[in-house]
């Protein structure tokens, strides 16, 4: 067992516990001219680093709305270790927005001097849980604020890990301090594929991490493909509506955990930004039953 | 297990080239190894293939979606990206798209694609700064945009580009398309990218700035492309009247009341 690393600072929950969305070029003019009423946004900052237009439209809308930094490129579980400057970019942007959250996810892109830009998956072994948990406390000293680890969408599972995706995630909250970032449609895609149950695949990730890590939800559509093999291909597309399993486990995580900052994401396929909102009203329904029932109004 | 160095390098390869061997065994699942791994090899082709098309759209339209794809996944294994930030990423395809075999017919290509590259990274630089401060006299001071970019061309892409976006195909096919040198001076102006065609004069005389050039040196380099007072004419009507470039004069002591 790994000892406590030292970079992580206090959970800060300045995100509303509301439904919020993944904002997307597309959208950037609709949002600066209409202001719509939305809790908060959601952005890769990797592309909006430097002082280029886009950044300048950030910045605006920042100036209307929480907003929450979605990492995509850090590689935290790259055994060769950060890109130094590239964390050295983002602690920049990240100190120029001042964003409620800041997550990446429990996978790597880097290796041998190369950027894969996809989220590639880890063995779950107690070597890669040293290289991330040191990964993210560096990522932590850096940015001198905690982050959120999302359980990535997986294709694939190796034969030898010794842990379980949700003992790694348990574990890298305890000796790393940080968060997570629980991605429901990513647990319905990663258990489809891996030939687990959603339901249970979910519930090992509940048992294993504490409810106050969980700082933030992610909601998406995923593609389904059938294989000439007979086999069902989950794809994490982002480019679809939320799907009704998604829904139902979005429903067990509120009524165990309570209400949580809650991400609409779409990224293929983007639709007008109605399409989101309503998909938005559909998370913040779901938040809103369970705020309202009597036995977390009364926990609260 | 082996070490997960060797893991993520192999895999890395494996992604961008197409072999799965040396993988370490995965898990039994309904999803084969193979239809995982081409997911995960998809996905990295296609978000670099997107990566470039959004820095490169005009290469895009002359070219087509497919045969884009092609030349983009064809690059990005000959030329992976080294950094997280892809909208950096690309600023070698000219070159890549010149010795391309498939685009050999396509002459101008290289250049359209310097121009695209241009245009993108303007659009990634501050709204305002400076990039260089010239002396023109011991009172007269010419700044010149930090976005600014001055491309040398062989082929008049400003045009090409402009005939493209107005979907004017006759235009297009009545563009004179002979090498010949042209210069082209790409900025930030406001949320857009400004594009504006120079003489060869003009031209001379900002790339000799840009490269760190006297006044007095780049004035002679745009001497070689025509007459002294042409050459002034030039740099006077395209370089310091232009939206790209200020002028400022201080008044000396003696005229200070």
């Known amino acids: ?300 | 297990m082996p070490p997960l160095a060797d893991i993520q390098r192999r895999m890395a390869r494996a992604l961008l080239h197409g072999t799965d061997a040396g993988m370490p065994p995965t898990a039994a699942a309904p999803v084969s190894a193979c239809a995982a791994f081409q997911v995960y090899r998809d996905t990295v082709l296609s978000a670099l293939a997107n990566a470039l098309r959004l820095t490169f759209p005009t290469v895009d339209r002359l070219v087509g979606e497919a045969f884009f794809d092609q030349a983009a996944c064809a690059y990005a294994r000959e030329a992976p990206p080294r950094r997280a930030r892809l909208v950096a990423y690309g600023e070698t395809f000219p070159v890549f798209l010149e010795a391309y075999a498939p685009t050999q017919g396509l002459v101008y290509l290289g250049d359209v694609a310097r121009l695209d590259w241009a245009i993108a990274q303007a659009l990634l630089a501050p709204d305002h700064g400076v990039r260089r401060h010239v002396t023109i006299e011991e009172t007269i001071f010419l700044a010149l945009s930090v976005s600014l970019t001055i491309l040398p061309v062989r082929f008049p892409v400003d045009v090409i580009r402009a005939a493209l976006t107005d979907d004017d195909d006759r235009g297009l096919a009545a563009i004179d398309l002979t090498p010949r040198p042209h210069a082209v001076a790409v900025w930030r102006d406001g949320p857009m990218a400004a594009v504006q065609p120079l003489s060869q004069p003009a031209g001379l005389f900002l790339t000799a700035i840009q490269f760190g050039s006297t006044p007095e040196e780049a004035l002679a380099a745009a001497c070689t492309a025509a007459s002294p007072q042409g050459a002034l004419r030039a740099i006077q009507a395209e370089v310091f009247a232009a939206r790209f470039a200020e002028i400022t004069q201080i008044r000396s002591e003696e005229e200070t009341p």
């Open chain 1, 1 to 300: 067992m790994l000892p406590p690393l030292s970079g992580a600072t206090r959970l800060e929950d300045p995100i509303p516990a509301r439904a919020g969305i993944g904002l997307r070029f597309p959208h950037h003019d609709h949002v600066l001219a209409k202001r719509p009423d939305v809790a908060w946004f959601e952005v890769h900052p990797e592309n909006y680093l430097g002082e280029g237009v886009v950044a300048g439209d950030l910045e605006m809308v920042r100036r209307d709305y929480p907003l929450s930094l979605h990492a995509t490129g850090l590689s935290l579980g790259s055994a060769d270790g950060l890109d130094l400057e590239h964390l050295s970019a983002i602690a920049a942007f990240s100190r120029r927005i001042q964003p409620g959250l800041v997550s990446d996810h429990l996978s790597w892109s880097a290796a041998g001097g190369l950027h894969l830009p996809d989220l590639l998956p880890l063995p779950f072994s107690e070597e890669a849980l040293a290289v991330v948990a040191r990964n993210v406390d560096q990522t932590q000293t850096v940015l001198g604020r905690q982050i959120l680890i999302e359980n990535p969408s997986a294709y694939l599972a190796f034969a030898d890990s010794a842990l379980t995706e949700a003992e790694f995630l348990g574990e890298l909250v305890r000796v790393s301090g940080c968060g997570v970032l629980l991605d429901v449609n990513n647990i319905v895609v990663s258990a489809g594929n891996l030939g687990e149950s959603p339901a249970l695949r979910l519930g090992q990730l509940l048992d294993h991490v504490p409810p106050g890590a969980i700082g933030e939800i992610h909601l998406a559509g995923h593609a389904v493909r059938p294989l000439a093999d007979g086999a069902v291909l989950r794809i994490d597309d982002h480019g679809s509506p939320v799907s009704p399993r998604v829904w139902s486990l979005f429903e067990t995580v509120i009524a165990r955990i309570g209400p949580r900052p809650t991400l609409i994401e779409w990224d293929t396929a983007i639709p007008a930004f109605d399409v989101l909102r309503a998909e938005e009203a559909s998370a913040q329904s779901i938040l809103d039953w369970r705020a309202e029932t009597p036995a977390y109004a009364a926990a609260r």
